[in-house]
């Protein structure tokens, strides 16, 4: 029948091969991308055969600039990084410049740091659920989270002044003391928090759309995470039990009862239980460390590296000098190199600073914990479907203002 | 350190180095026995300092000691946290280093292995094999500094375009960059 009917060349359908791949561009300006990160995936039909992600739209060259700037002027650089915990940056880099000049932080700058970070890690989980629940079609969450992130974001910048850019840790210390009834504030915030935790349960984790979404997607295997470099949440829900806070304990963290969550699905929906437990142990270092603040200094005893208060400025001498000499050029830092690690909200942040003895750091290099969860995206990603891609991208919680720095 | 002959005469201070309480011994210091049972030709010196080991590794054995180290079970060194590269400078010989930051899942220990290159001869093999987290890590040092690492499965650019000329972390390279990017 068919061979009497008279097609014209132009309309002939030509016979694909069933193996016929498809290569198509994802992002940069795709939303569920959190940034500007762009996706080469090859297709066979619906399926992922290869994803390559093509990162450094947003690089702005800050490890460059760090050294053209003095110690205490690249504080702020690490706010721009990664923007959803600018405070666990901060810690980073000034632990590891503390730690070349070997300077010993009071007691009370040390638990307000603990505090402000895990507030901080509460915030960012709070971004990473409303977004991620998002990208995969649950609107309302969004709302919640960013309600109570409103909230936590009004205590930091009733600390530093500062919302997404806080720069509130100095080097050896705290910019200035908590303002009067921040712990009351605080106590606020925690008062309604866990009752916030158990309406994002609701809505989300009973879900069965949420649940087909996520479970079973983005399967990565303990051995391979650990060969990966995969680190905080997304290294949890593979079921290795790895916390740097743990690990190597910093700022005091040893003195902090908490339990480490881990899950063993090794999917999206493992990291998404992860960080919901995450946030209620969070939830209870805040409340751990308002019971510790206890009064005292938040800055080191080092007056060539901590600025002077005001009114000692005023009636001494050498606070004045001190002053102008750490504000005109800067300290010296003995020549050395650190690597310091902590367990910022996304995974180990890894600082590396070398000295060659000035004023200004030879060279400062950034370990961020989503530039090596995204590396892994490919191994995620082959063999799923297209739309799974924004699952796993989502579950990575990646921050591309840390990636490309 | 204890040695065998005192040991008859066990003073209380000793105890600590005993082998059978080895726990209570802190991390860094059986690192340092393990780091000894290391073939010393790999290692060209050992640095202590700020609480950080590093281990100065000649280039051509960086694989060698790599493997070693991750699979001898008193380092398990199984986790690469990071690499970074650093120019000394233009005068420096030799110019460049590649840190490599090895963490124990199991352990939680530290180290640091270093290379140094030459500026003629910034080469160095790649430690993908080993892990494969190395590949992005080597591809962002090939690309800042212009370091290249042998037999790397696909060592492009990663955070500038593949146009871009010059490598910019190096410490020759103008902050504002050349024309017509500057804007002076």
């Known amino acids: ?199 994002f349960h609701t809505l989300l984790t009973g879900n069965t759309i949420f649940q087909r979404r996520t479970q079973g997607v983005g399967y990565i295997s303990a051995e391979d995470a650990v060969d990966w470099g995969l680190s905080g949440p997304c290294l949890r829900g593979s079921g290795v039990d790895l916390d740097i806070r743990r690990a190597n304990p910093y700022t005091g963290y040893e003195k902090y009862d908490f339990e480490v969550p881990t899950e063993t699905g090794c999917d999206v929906w493992a990291r998404y239980l992860v960080r919901m437990r995450e946030m209620k142990e969070c939830h209870k270092i805040v409340a751990q460390a308002l019971s510790r603040l206890r009064p005292g200094p938040v800055k080191a005893d080092a007056p060539k590296v901590v600025l002077p208060d005001r009114e000692a400025m005023k009636t001494h001498m050498d606070a004045l000098i001190h002053h102008f000499l750490i504000v005109a050029e800067g300290f010296d830092v003995p020549a050395g190199e650190v690597y310091q690690p902590i367990e910022a909200s996304k995974g180990e942040l890894g600082v590396y600073v070398k000295s060659d003895g000035g004023p200004k750091p030879s060279r400062v290099h950034f370990r961020g914990p989503s530039f090596v969860n995204l590396s892994a995206l490919p191994h995620m990603a082959e063999g799923c479907m297209v739309a799974d891609i924004v699952a796993i991208i989502g579950s990575l919680d990646i921050v591309l203002g840390e990636i490309d720095r | 350190m204890t040695t065998g002959a005192n040991s008859e005469n066990n003073a209380p201070e000793n105890t600590a180095n005993d082998p059978q309480q080895q726990s209570t011994t802190p991390p860094w210091s059986s690192l340092r026995v393990a780091l000894q049972q290391v073939n010393q030709a790999w290692i060209t010196s050992t640095i202590e300092a700020v609480g950080e080991t590093t281990v100065v590794v000649p280039r051509e054995h960086i694989v060698a000691i790599c493997s070693h180290l991750k699979s001898a079970p008193e380092t398990r060194f199984d986790f690469l946290a990071d690499i970074c590269g650093a120019d000394r400078g233009v005068e420096e010989e030799p110019r460049f280093e590649v840190n490599y930051h090895l963490f124990s899942t199991t352990k939680h220990h530290r180290l640091r292995l270093k290379v140094v290159l030459n500026e003629e001869d910034a080469h160095v093999p790649t430690v993908t094999g080993v892990w494969r987290t190395a590949n992005w890590h080597e591809r962002e040092t090939f690309d800042l500094l212009g370091i290249i690492f042998d037999g790397h499965p696909d060592l492009r650019r990663i955070l500038l375009p593949d146009d871009w000329q010059g490598h910019a972390l190096r410490k020759d390279f103008p902050l504002r960059g050349y024309e017509p990017y500057s804007l002076k």
């Not at chain 1, 030509?14 to 995936?41: A, C, F, Y």
């Not at chain 1, 009370?108 to 970070?117: P, W």
């Open chain 1, 1 to 199: 029948m068919s061979s009497a009917v008279n097609i014209p060349p132009q309309f002939e359908v030509v016979d694909r091969p069933l193996d016929t791949q498809m290569t198509i561009s994802m992002g940069p300006q795709h939303p569920s991308t959190h940034g500007v990160l762009r996706l080469e995936l090859v297709l066979d039909g619906e399926m992922v055969v290869k994803a390559t992600p093509d990162i450094g739209y947003l690089h702005t060259g800050m490890e460059k600039l760090f050294e053209y700037k003095k110690y205490q002027q690249g504080i702020v650089i690490t706010d721009r990084m990664d923007y959803l915990n600018p405070l666990g940056n901060n810690l980073a880099y000034v632990m590891a410049v503390e730690k070349l000049l070997e300077i010993e932080i009071p007691e009370r700058a040390q638990t307000i740091r603990v505090l402000t970070c895990e507030l901080q890690r509460i915030a960012s989980h709070l971004v990473w659920l409303g977004t991620h629940a998002l990208d995969i079609g649950a609107m309302t969450v969004f709302f919640y989270c960013f309600r109570e992130r409103e909230k936590i974001l009004n205590l930091i910048e009733a600390a530093s002044g500062g919302r997404l850019t806080p720069s509130y840790f100095r080097i050896g210390g705290l910019m200035m003391d908590l303002p009067a009834g921040f712990e009351r504030r605080v106590q606020q915030f925690q008062d309604g928090f866990l009752k916030s935790v158990d309406e």
